[in-house]
């Protein structure tokens, strides 16, 4: 799977470049991002500006994201669309992620 990165002092955002985050590409992101945010050992912001669709193999590849990321720097979403927002809300998941609307208004963005 492709994606953008941007390296700033203090954290790494990644952003996808598929409109789908599913079972054909979850595995591969998922560990992409394992490896880079071992590398950086930094807080990682996943921006899925770009992804419209997320099933639960896409899910569980941020859950495992997030679970990596636990003992570094952390991990933050941003710029959800409606139908991946609404993915974290049903499972609930939307209380354990921290989420932004987008990079550039998160907190993130100011100190980075």
Known sequence: MKFEQENYANLLVVRPESSRLDSIVAPEFRQSVIELAAEQNTLVIIDLINVEFMDSSGLGAVIGCYKATQGSGGL????????VKEVFR?????RIF??????????????A
């Open 76 to 83: 933050a979403l941003c710029n959800l669309h409606d139908d």
């Open 98 to 111: 921290e989420i932004h609307d987008d990079f550039d208004s998160s907190q993130y963005r100011q100190a």
């Open 90 to 94: 049903l499972t609930h998941m939307d």
